[in-house]
C-alpha cells in the first residue's frame, strides 16, 4: 500500500525507521508511474537509481532497456516487410519494361524518402535510363550507361552497391516547383537475376543512408531482378511472335504470287 505517510514524531530509532519508510513510500510511487508509463509503450523516463542496492531500480532499467530494444527490432521488421509487400503490389502483373520500371522507382524514391532516383536496365550490353522520380539532370546528360562508365556503369560492373557522398555540384539535380538543390548522398544499387547484372536503382538523398535503408534494398533487389526479366522475356516473346507473323504474311504472299504466276 503506497497511499500512506507515516507520521514522524521524534528523532530517535523510530523516527528515523518512519523517515525511511517515508521515503520508501516515494519511490516506490515514482517506480510505478514509470512502469506504468514503459507499459504505455513510453520508453523515454529517466529511472533514478538511488544506489549500487537499488535492486528494483536496476531492473527497471533492465526492462526498459530490453523492451524499447525489442519494440525498435520489431519497427523495422513491419517497416521491412511492409515495404516488400507494397513493392511487390508495384511488380504484379504483366508488365512492359518502361512501366514497371517507372512504378518501381517512383514507389521506392517515396518509401525510402529520397529526393532523387532513376532506373537503368541492362539491354545488349548498356544499361538504359527506364524509370526515374524527380530526376532533372545528370553530369554529362547521356541516358545511356556503359558497363564500368560512372558510378551506375561501376556498380553493374562490381556487382556490388556503392554509396557516395561527396557529391560534384553538376551531377545530378533534383526537380521541384521550389526550384532545383543537389542531394548529399547517392546510392547505386545493382539488381541481378541469375548471377547476371538486370539494372541499376540510383537513389538521392539529403540524409545518410541507413543499415536499414540497404537492408530494405537487399531483399528487394532479388525480387526486382526477377521482375524486370520476366518483363524482357515477354517482350522479347512478343517480338518473335511478331516477326514470326510477319515472316508468315510474307510466305503467304509468296505462295499466292507463285499461285498467280503458275496459273498464267
Known sequence: EINLTVPVNS??????????FNKLITVSKEYVVIADTIANGDYTPVINVRSESDMLGNALINMK????????????RTWL???????NDIMRGEK??????????????????????????????HLDLSGSYAFQQRKGNSNRVQQGQGLVGQAALEK?????????EDY???SSALG?????NIIVYPFLFDGNVRGVIE??????????????????SNNIGIAFNSAQSRAKLKELLEETQRQAEELEAQQEELRQINEE
Do not use: C, W
Request: charged share 25%.
Open 11 to 20: 528523532k530517535d530509532e523510530i523516527g528515523e525507521l518512519a523517515a525511511s
Open 65 to 76: 532497456d530490453n523492451l524499447l530494444r525489442l519494440s525498435k527490432e520489431n519497427e523495422t
Open 81 to 87: 516487410m511492409t515495404g516488400n509487400s507494397e513493392m
Open 96 to 125: 512492359e519494361v518502361h512501366e514497371l520500371a517507372q512504378g518501381i522507382i517512383s514507389k521506392l524514391s517515396s518509401y525510402l524518402d529520397a529526393q532523387v532516383g532513376a532506373i537503368y536496365v541492362a539491354e545488349n550490353g
Open 160 to 168: 556490388k552497391p556503392i554509396v557516395f557522398s561527396n557529391i560534384p
Open 172 to 174: 545530378v539535380q533534383v
Open 180 to 184: 532545383s538543390s543537389k542531394p548529399n
Open 203 to 220: 537513389l538521392g538523398t539529403v540524409r545518410e543512408f541507413s543499415r536499414i535503408d540497404m537492408q530494405l534494398l537487399e531483399v528487394l
